[in-house]
């Protein structure tokens, strides 16, 4: 969350600060034993953001204790629901912002003193250069991480050597992602609720692989969450085909300045409303309106 932390201090906007290893290691303690919550009246003006990609108190640690955190929960899959619901009555937060709208709508009528918004996830697009066309990319076909087992079958079969499958842990994703997106025609996404509906638990949300694909100017193929159509205004995502999925991808990479229009298209739009500063902007718009000034 490293970027989210740079646009928030951008934004000039105070937020938790980094942990020592003293306090890592004690707020993880403390967290274990849910022993990291409010204790002291927390006011407005003191407010601070932090960034939540796992249902535990430990990254709370120990602004929890003295002032009012208002948290972005990223990662909330419903596997995880019911420590996140858990935690969050613990901390009694009075704003929330949380990137999937699947579990925005499942976390508020659980927590009704808490006023929950959808914030989606984001990319730094200065990361990522999308200026090399797709006819002139040297890997057609690139998958990273979880695939949909399926489509991975049939497009390896149909295209052998022109198909990429790369794993996260295998590069840097701030030194080396930016540069294999930038090479790569084709970005293969799928929503979690498709590669791993047990994992998903009915959440169905746009990760930030689909922002960055954009942002490196890619051309994605997969399937599109109905939140990313909502914010961008349209479909960004070449749909699979399933009656014909490797003849559709046959038919793209035979074609690719055909579908150079979108991936412009969804470049402009990215850097419209799919940035960091795009999603601080937001946030501070809904908390200026509830009264919370820095």
């Given at each position: 969350m490293l970027d989210w932390c740079a646009a928030v201090s951008r934004a000039g906007v105070p937020q938790t600060r980094a942990q020592n290893r003293l306090e890592i290691r004690l707020g993880a303690?403390?967290?274990?034993?849910?022993?990291?919550?409010?204790?002291?009246?927390?006011a407005k003006d003191e407010a601070v953001l932090v960034a939540l990609n796992w249902p535990s108190e430990s990254r709370l640690f120990p602004d929890a204790y003295c002032r009012e955190l208002i948290p972005w929960v990223t990662d909330c899959w419903g596997c995880d629901h019911a420590k996140w619901e858990a935690l969050l009555r613990r901390q009694r937060f009075r704003?929330?912002?949380v990137s999937a709208r699947d579990s925005?709508?499942?976390?508020?009528?659980?927590?009704?003193?808490?006023?929950?918004?959808?914030?989606?996830?984001?990319?730094?697009?200065?990361?990522?250069?999308?200026?090399?066309?797709?006819?002139g990319r040297p890997v057609e076909i690139l998958e990273l991480g979880r695939n949909h087992p399926d489509?991975?079958?049939?497009?390896v079969t149909a295209c052998g050597?022109?198909?990429?499958?790369?794993?996260?842990e295998y590069f840097d994703p701030l030194r080396e992602l930016p540069g294999a997106l930038a090479k790569a025609r084709c970005l293969v996404c799928f929503p979690r609720r498709m590669t791993h509906p047990e994992q998903a638990g009915g959440v169905e949300t746009a990760t930030i692989r689909y922002f960055e694909g954009m942002a490196a100017g890619c051309l994605l193929v997969g399937h599109a969450p109905q939140e990313l159509v909502d914010l961008y205004?349209?479909?960004?995502?070449?749909?699979?085909d399933w009656g014909a999925p490797a003849e559709?991808?046959?038919?793209?990479?035979?074609?690719?300045?055909?579908?150079?229009?979108?991936?412009?298209?969804?470049?402009?739009?990215?850097l419209e409303v799919g940035t960091f500063d795009s999603r601080v902007r937001t946030m501070l718009s809904i908390l200026e309106e509830a009264g919370y000034r820095w």
């Open positions: 303690m403390l967290a274990k034993a849910s022993l990291v919550r409010p204790i002291l009246p927390r704003q929330l912002f925005v709508t499942w976390l508020t009528p659980r927590l009704p003193q808490t006023r929950i918004h959808w914030l989606p996830e984001a990319v730094e697009a200065s990361r990522f250069d999308p200026s090399r066309p797709l006819a489509y991975h079958r049939q497009i050597t022109r198909h990429r499958h790369l794993f996260g205004g349209y479909n960004p995502v070449v749909e699979v559709q991808l046959r038919e793209i990479l035979a074609t690719p300045e055909a579908h150079q229009p979108l991936v412009d298209r969804n470049v402009k739009r990215t």
